[in-house]
């Protein structure tokens, strides 16, 4: 014999997978938590469309996947050429690293998940305290600098005039984010 889902007593069941007895008290309380579970799922579901049309919140998902991925991407790079990681802008080694954007996503958000614009770079120092280190103090380089030093003259004026050049603003939307998203840790996965 089943037990009733709200008083706990033992009733006969006069239909299958019945989940209270017949106690017109039980079966209001039932049926008042399952118009609550089905409240809950669709509220659930409101939620999760809100999300998906939120762009920002989108922004906030889709950035730390992206910024894993081209760290990740970044050192695979140097141990491919048996390298030893390096800040693109103070060249130290051994640090704590982060995704350093070349053009800053507030100066020009169309190119903050652009691997072009992106490159391993020290997080407190370079990135947090210097704001990149574009141009290098008495102690550094700086980021220009780092790129001529990696790719060379050329390599480094092609990779500043492209991401000087992508300046038309781009609009994201919350699909399109999702799906980079899942984009990107599918390639995260990989490392």
């Not at 209270?20 to 669709?42: T, V």
């Not at 922004?59 to 894993?68: E, G, I, M, S």
């Not at 970044?74 to 802008?89: A, N, T």
Request: glycine fraction near 6%; charged fraction near 35%.
């Amino acid at each position: 014999m089943p037990r009733c889902k709200v008083c706990k007593e033992k009733f006969e069941a006069k239909y299958f997978l019945q989940k209270a007895c017949f106690n017109p008290a039980c079966l209001a309380e039932w049926s008042k938590r399952e118009r609550e579970k089905e409240s809950d799922k669709a509220h659930k579901a409101r939620k999760k469309e809100f999300n998906l049309n939120d762009v920002k919140y989108q922004h906030d998902l889709t950035q730390p996947v992206f910024n894993r991925l081209r760290v990740q991407e970044e050192l695979e790079w140097f141990r491919s050429r048996g390298l030893e990681p390096e800040c693109i802008s103070c060249a130290k080694k051994n640090m704590d690293w982060c995704c350093g954007h070349f053009k800053t996503r507030g100066a020009q958000g169309n190119l903050r998940y652009d691997r072009k614009n992106t490159f391993l770079q020290c997080n407190r120092y370079c990135n947090m305290a210097l704001s990149g280190n574009i141009y290098g103090d008495k102690n550094t380089r700086g980021y220009i600098q780092g790129l001529k030093g990696r790719f060379g003259e050329s390599g480094a004026q092609e990779i500043i005039d492209y991401c000087e050049s992508k300046t038309s603003p781009r609009k994201f939307t919350g699909k399109e984010l999702e799906k980079m998203r899942k984009e990107f840790s599918v390639e995260l996965k990989k490392y």
